[in-house]
């Protein structure tokens, strides 16, 4: 309840109406900030629906190459030309601040410049189902990295998003009320002690000037009878 707790002073109206001023503000930026938030988190949200019913359909199409390929060749020699990789690829992870919410940034970089690189085995022993599906695996690392990227950064800015709409609801619908209620009791307090002194003024003013007008009737009084 407003008033309970506050000192209804000219000082302490000052200083709730600076906090106000600055919850004002905070609100409208927080507001900002989920607004934006929700703008990006929607896109990723699009984007990730893509790449994962991209990358889906990518895996499926491999799993077929790689099926015709076994089919094709024994198993041993799948094995075989698959066991030694003659490729290699490194993942840099980094983050990237978007809205105060680091969200990850995968990089990569081959060992060799070479495509063809990916072929760890000759191809007079195996069949071209092999390397179809060799081909289809590389070609979706790219999406694969980036679905990873978009999914934790849907998991990131959806906590921010849900604080920060926490904060907002909180000086929208607890702070500031509370403060403009404190300030109008703490308003009408003072408005309330400043009517009370006028009174209490103008009592005196009367006082004094019925004594100044008794006085100046017994100083008549006393001047007739000299």
Do not use: W
């Not at 002073?9 to 989920?34: F, I, P, Q, S, W």
């Not at 060992?111 to 063809?116: F, I, K, L, S």
């Not at 760890?120 to 679905?147: H, I, K, Q």
Request: proline fraction near 3%.
């Amino acid at each position: 309840m407003a008033g309970t707790h506050v000192n209804p002073t000219r000082m302490e109206l000052t200083r709730l109406k600076r906090k106000l001023v600055t919850a004002v503000r905070g609100h409208k930026l927080l507001k900002d900030k989920r607004d934006e938030l929700m703008r990006q988190f929607l896109d990723l949200v699009r984007e990730n629906k893509m790449l994962r019913e991209r990358v889906e359909e990518g895996l499926k199409i491999a799993n077929a190459n790689f099926a015709m390929a076994r089919a094709a060749d024994r198993g041993a020699v799948l094995d075989v030309a698959l066991m030694t990789p003659k490729q290699e690829v490194q993942l840099e992870a980094g983050v990237k601040n978007v809205m105060s919410v680091e969200i990850p940034v995968f990089t990569t970089k081959t060992r060799t410049p070479d495509p063809n690189d990916i072929y760890s085995y000759g191809f007079a022993f195996t069949s071209g189902d092999l390397d179809v599906a060799v081909r289809s695996l590389s070609d979706l690392l790219p999406d694969l990295l980036r679905l990873a990227e978009v999914e934790k950064s849907c998991q990131l800015m959806a906590a921010e998003i849900e604080k920060t709409r926490r904060r907002v609801n909180a000086l929208e619908h607890v702070m500031i009320p509370d403060m403009q209620e404190n300030i109008r009791y703490i308003t009408m307090k003072l408005d309330e002690n400043e009517r009370s002194t006028q009174i209490r003024l103008m009592k005196v003013k009367d006082m004094m000037l019925k004594e100044a007008i008794e006085e100046r009737r017994a100083k008549s009084g006393l001047e007739a009878e000299g």
